[in-house]
């Protein structure tokens, strides 16, 4: 063998390793999304179930969730419009977000201050930790009923 053909060779099969290398890495995203989709719809669900809202299956629908949340915390689901005003009423949405899922872990006897742990993902080294532990959060205020504050 030649070495500009064995040199082809090891470098096609390189190029296939990082190919498969990332295609694997987008599955393992795409099926953590997934995961996150499915455990975030129905956190939100048994929540909206537990304090009195009549459309908790709400929950599984993009955008319409958001509407849930909101209803749940207290503003009107038409808030939602503020998605079509770009960057202040995205801000102002997200803000609203905030305040929503603070007024429902209260109303679930959990501090509201735990609903601002997401605002901690974009600090390096604990970002990454900050949504997980927004994440276990919301599975406690959904699944742990507290007798008092």
């Known amino acids: ?3 500009e053909f064995t040199d082809a060779l090891l470098g096609g099969a390189a190029l296939g390793g990082i190919i498969t290398f990332i295609m694997a890495f ?5 099926i ?5 989709y499915f455990y975030f719809s129905l956190c939100w669900m048994v929540l909206a179930k537990k304090l009195g ?3 908790a299956w709400l929950a599984w629908i993009p955008l319409a969730n958001i509407c ?5 915390g207290g503003f009107s689901w038409a808030w939602v419009f503020l998605l079509l005003v770009p960057v202040i009423g995205w801000t102002a949405l997200i803000v609203l977000g905030f305040i929503a899922t603070w007024r429902v872990y ?3 006897k959990y501090p509201g201050i735990l609903s ?12 990454g ?12 205020v959904e699944f742990m009923d507290r007798k008092n504050k």
Do not use: Q, Y
């Not at 987008?26 to 795409?30: A, D, G, P, R, T």
């Not at 997401?118 to 604990?126: K, N, W």
């Open 68 to 72: 849930l949340i909101l209803e749940v």
């Open 106 to 108: 209260e109303k679930r």
């Open 26 to 30: 987008l599955v393992f995203i795409l």
């Open 129 to 140: 930790l900050a949504g997980l532990a927004d994440l276990v959060i919301l599975g406690m």
């Open 32 to 36: 953590g999304l997934v995961f996150m």
């Open 53 to 55: 809202h009549r459309n």
């Open 1 to 3: 063998m030649t070495t």
């Open 116 to 127: 601002l742990i997401p605002l901690l993902a974009p600090v390096p080294v604990i970002g």
